[in-house]
């Protein structure tokens, strides 16, 4: 059974950072494209960030603020994000899938969960 675990979400204040962790069972995260995405009420599901090939994608709200990495000992991806924002408020999602996509969520075949982030002022 493939299963994908988000954790590290919660509240933080304006300009500071979260690191956001993404567990992987019955799937080899080095061999997916990994992505996460996120979602606030109202909203489309929008993709933030990804790695694939050793190469990691952002979306543009996010460029240079959010890191995407993955740990293939622990077979876990990551992402860390700085600088955070009021609009950054949503609940992440970590998805995983085998082919080349990276940035649309019908692509993907396997997603965790989500866990919520929300920035204050």
């Known amino acids: 059974q493939v299963q994908l675990v988000e954790s590290g979400g919660g509240w933080v204040q304006t300009g500071g950072s979260l690191r956001l962790s993404c567990a992987a069972s019955?799937?080899?995260?080095?061999?997916?494209?990994m992505g996460w995405f996120r979602q606030a009420p109202g909203n489309e599901r929008e993709f933030a960030a990804g790695?694939?090939?050793?190469?990691?994608y952002y979306g543009d709200s996010v460029k240079g603020r959010f890191t995407s990495s993955r740990d293939n000992a622990k077979n876990t991806v990551y992402l860390q994000i700085n600088s955070l924002k009021p609009e950054d408020t949503a609940v992440y999602y970590c998805a995983g899938q085998r082919g080349s996509s990276i940035w649309r969520p019908g692509d993907y075949n396997y997603w965790g969960q989500g866990t919520q982030v929300t920035v204050s002022s």
């Open positions: 019955g799937l080899t995260v080095s061999g997916y494209a």
């Open positions: 790695i694939r090939w050793s190469s990691t």
